[in-house]
């Protein structure tokens, strides 16, 4: 399994200090592959194991995909895979003056020509006689010494994404992440079919907001509450009937349900009026990520609450007709 980063923007600072660890064992004098720290920066990046009902005439394809985070090219001569799959290839490992450039892919199928067919590219390297467990499965990258370079155990049932299993999409590795051991910083493709040698697609932030308690009496404040990663930006944009919108941050704090730093976050709304219509929207982002309630392509721009009506149709009507989705009641 990979380990976690210790620092905030460095992908393979626990592995570099292996590697550094492993160097201060070599005797004085002794060569010292000048690749070793290079290689902390290779990891599994993508991995398509199921097409089955994606499109039938690529139902068969596969692959799995390596990347270089660094800054410098790798020679990746004599890497082969220890678990999952292996290469095709005599010795079972990639030929020699193999290299995956900095910022660069090397993308690996168990059907080269139908690979080819459906992506326009040929494939860096074929499996031998193996695939992608549709289960889920480790796969272990090792080096020329058998030293493990990246493992990943992913699964085809929560909490990994359970889309990639036979529904079109790939598992893409968050690229902000630095672990791609946990389940949680992997995504389903945007597009279907995944990204071979591409950069992958950013996920949605996650974001659920919480209901409304129940009908606000008049004059009585609301307080909304989104749940999302901690420290993430949030805002709550509402409007009262037809008037301006009205911008609150939401806040992960103290005050908040729940504490500081618990990722759900809270913003009040004023009271309305007797029968007014309090019509809302929420933007969230983190990083790359990003997030809106209601979902961009949603045909209402707005949710929503109305207070009571003590009495009248003529305010009800006034109150629930639009096309956003409102909670309205007259009493």
Not at 46 to 56: M, Q
Not at 223 to 251: F, N, Q, R
Request: aromatic share 8%.
């Amino acid at each position: 399994m990979r380990e976690t980063a210790v620092a905030a923007g460095s992908r393979s600072t626990v592995r570099r200090v292996a590697w550094v660890a492993a160097a201060a064992l070599v005797p004085l004098g002794a060569a010292v592959a000048p690749a070793a720290a290079d290689a902390a920066e290779v990891s599994i990046n993508e991995i398509f194991y199921n097409a089955s009902s994606a499109d039938p005439a690529f139902a068969g394809v596969e692959f799995l995909e390596v990347k270089n985070y660094g800054a410098t090219d790798v020679d990746v001569s004599g890497w082969k895979f220890s678990a999952g799959i292996t290469i095709a290839t005599p010795d079972l490992g990639l030929p020699a003056g193999t290299m995956i450039p900095a910022g660069g892919f090397l993308v690996g199928t168990s059907d080269p020509a139908l690979f080819a067919a459906k992506y326009g590219f040929a494939a860096d390297f074929s499996f031998a006689g193996t695939s992608l467990s549709n289960g889920g499965e480790q796969v272990t990258l090792v080096d020329a010494g058998a030293a493990v370079i990246d493992a990943v155990l992913y699964d085809d049932a929560a909490p990994w994404p359970v889309s990639p299993d036979g529904s079109g999409p790939s598992l893409e590795f968050n690229s902000d992440a630095s672990d791609n051991a946990l389940a949680a910083n992997w995504h389903a493709s945007l597009a279907a079919f995944g990204s071979p040698a591409a950069e992958n697609s950013i996920p949605p932030l996650p974001l659920v907001i919480g209901a409304p308690a129940g009908y606000p009496a008049a004059g009585e404040d609301q307080v909304l509450t989104a749940t999302a990663p901690v420290g993430s930006t949030i805002d709550l944009i509402y409007k009262v009937m037809y008037g301006a919108e009205v911008t609150v941050p939401m806040l992960d704090d103290a005050a908040s349900p729940g504490g500081v730093d618990d990722g759900v976050y809270a913003a009040t709304v004023p009271g309305a009026g007797e029968g007014e219509l309090v019509r809302f929207k929420v933007a969230a982002a983190r990083g790359v990520q990003s997030a809106s309630y209601p979902a961009v392509g949603d045909s209402r721009p707005y949710d929503g609450t109305c207070t009571p009506i003590p009495s009248g149709l003529r305010r009800s009507i006034r109150c629930c007709s639009g096309s956003w989705r409102s909670r309205c009641i007259r009493t």
